[in-house]
């Protein structure tokens, strides 16, 4: 068991504040067992566990852990709706890594074949939570004040960290806007100094871009120095991989050029070295991965203390089926669900030694690119057969094994697994930040080739356990010919595969709506559609959820999404 942070969080849904960014999906209210906000709020332990709330809104859905039906968000599935959970369908399973095939009556089959409409259920669900999460936020810095503070006695208690504490919400709040941005273009926005209970207005791409940025550039003064914040929580070294991320897309999202603030931030976090890379892949996937000084922000995951059916519980039981615990240690026992396997673009991305499972090796040991995690006993490559349409059939795709609920020593915490996992979700990470930095430059943010040609062979050296990360007889160093944008789209589906960034990557690439096919894309199911073709550009935005106009007559729905 480990001392996660979202632990402490107090048992209270204080959700009335978002209804009108909620509507009719009925957030849960007070009743007589619950805690007001006065109550909440009375305790510097208050304090801290409302705060602990924000956090856990990216990891948890309800108050009682797993699906224990005390959701947050009372009329949508608990399981299926997890934010990073629904962020895996968008990002993931509309792309050329995943093909899903559970849940169609939530619309996994409009990801697969890339047809998505306003009603079509799953694209609201990170609308809605990207919201709560912000409405938590809101509702935590109206309450941490000085003001609100001297006025409960808590001041004293409180004044070296409440400044810390607002600009952690800050930047939750911030990385929330960014996802809306990223996914919707456009959004309602309300902030803490609004009224509760009014009918936000609708911002702009740019709007929203510009104010999670001036947000993330003011709120690091606050933060703890990058690798000295508690886990769990963040540090000026989030902050910095948020802006580069947001400057790296900012050409897409608002057709302005901030290649050199990408290049700047990302290597900020590696000159700083306070969030090296993990000597080891594997290892950052594991339920020990709490020790692991390359997660910048981690979400927390706890198999007693912090259940829940998305972060890494989904995906490990999504990828694997039970029966293949047979041949490695799950760490979860039998309990895999296989609702989803490996397109043919993703394993193809790995050298052929790499790409299937030995029995007598389930760790990967002797492959060249450690990063290559499929189970293939028993499976074909392809997600299809000649001759049939789509079936719903896990053994056609490879499995995916790289995230295990076992410990670096290979160990499983308890025999036969847990229920629930430990593995810790890694929301930002150092890798991340190297091969943001090789493509800044490479687009022309500065630094030079050489540099861009370090950074990356620094990631595929760690990959191959070669150079000073161990002595393989391959290395994974490239050379600078070798060095092009396709090569860091490819490494980056190498490196972050579902890690929730594909469809980002595609999309900046220009190779999401057209010019690059995978398998079922603009597919319709039947004989022969698994090939992909081009589909509609209005696919690079998804529409903002048709539930959401019947309560805010303020909004306009992306291009060519109103009939």
């Not at 939570?129 to 003001?147: D, H, K, P, V």
């Not at 979700?425 to 687009?443: G, K, Q, S, V």
């Not at 597919?523 to 081009?534: A, V």
Request: net charge negative; charged share 25%; aromatic share 12%.
């Amino acid at each position: 068991m480990k001392n996660t942070f979202i632990h402490i969080l107090t048992a209270v849904a204080m959700t009335g504040f978002i209804y009108s960014c909620m509507g009719d999906l009925d957030t849960k209210p007070l009743d007589n067992t619950e805690l007001t906000g006065n109550q909440v709020y009375s305790t510097a332990t208050g304090y801290k566990g409302m705060l602990a709330k924000c956090y856990a809104s990216l990891i948890l859905t309800g108050q009682q852990g797993g699906d224990g039906g005390d959701r947050d968000i009372s009329n949508m599935d608990e399981g299926y709706s997890g934010f990073t959970r629904c962020l895996f369908y968008l990002q993931e399973a509309s792309t050329d890594e995943i093909a899903f095939h559970a849940g169609s009556s939530h619309g996994t089959k409009a990801m697969l074949f890339m047809n998505w409409n306003p009603s079509t259920e799953i694209i609201s669900y990170p609308y809605y939570r990207a919201y709560l999460s912000i409405g938590y936020c809101n509702e935590f810095l109206r309450q941490c004040t000085e003001e609100k503070l001297k006025s409960r006695g808590l001041y004293d208690q409180l004044s070296d960290v409440y400044k810390q504490y607002r600009s952690e919400a800050r930047l939750i709040r911030a990385y929330c806007y960014n996802v809306i941005c990223d996914l919707y273009g456009s959004g309602p926005f309300i902030d803490e100094t609004m009224e509760t209970g009014i009918i936000p207005k609708q911002k702009t791409r740019k709007e929203i871009f510009d104010y999670a940025v001036s947000e993330s550039l003011d709120l690091m003064k606050d933060l703890p120095d990058a690798g000295q914040g508690e886990y769990g929580r963040t540090d000026k070294a989030a902050a910095w991989f948020l802006l580069a991320r947001m400057y790296l897309n900012a050409y897409t999202w608002t057709g302005e050029d901030h290649y050199a603030d990408a290049y700047e931030y990302s290597t900020k976090i590696i000159k700083d070295g306070s969030h090296p890379l993990e000597g080891d892949y594997r290892n950052i996937f594991l339920a020990d991965n709490s020790t692991c000084r390359e997660i910048i922000w981690g979400l927390d995951q706890d198999a007693d203390n912090a259940q829940g059916s998305a972060g890494t519980n989904f995906l490990i039981k999504a990828l694997v089926n039970g029966s293949m615990n047979n041949y490695y240690l799950t760490g979860i026992g039998t309990r895999g669900w296989g609702n989803c396997r490996a397109k043919t673009n993703l394993v193809n991305l790995f050298d052929g030694h790499d790409q299937t499972f030995n029995e007598n090796d389930p760790w990967g040991d002797g492959k060249y690119d450690k990063r290559a995690q499929f189970f293939s006993i028993g499976h074909t490559k392809n997600t299809w057969a000649e001759g049939q349409g789509w079936q719903k059939d896990f053994t056609q795709g490879y499995a995916i094994i790289k995230w295990r609920n076992v410990t670096k020593n290979r160990e499983e915490l308890a025999e036969g697994g847990t229920v629930y996992s430990s593995v810790d979700y890694p929301l930002f990470r150092t890798a991340d930040a190297y091969l943001m930095a090789a493509e800044a430059i490479l687009r022309g943010g500065g630094g030079t080739r050489s540099e861009a040609l370090s950074y990356v062979n620094e990631v595929r050296d760690r990959a191959y356990l070669s150079g000073k990360y161990g002595n393989s007889p391959v290395s994974g160093g490239i050379t600078d010919s070798q060095l092009t944008l396709g090569f860091i789209l490819d490494e980056r589906g190498r490196e972050l595969y579902t890690e929730n960034i594909r469809r980002t990557d595609l999309i900046r690439f220009g190779k999401y709506t057209s010019g690059y096919n995978w398998d079922w894309k603009g597919g319709d199911g039947s004989e022969g559609s698994h090939i992909g073709k081009d589909v509609d550009d209005k696919y690079k935005l998804f529409p903002i959820p048709e539930t959401e106009f019947t309560t805010n007559p303020n909004l306009s729905q992306n291009p060519d999404y109103t009939d």
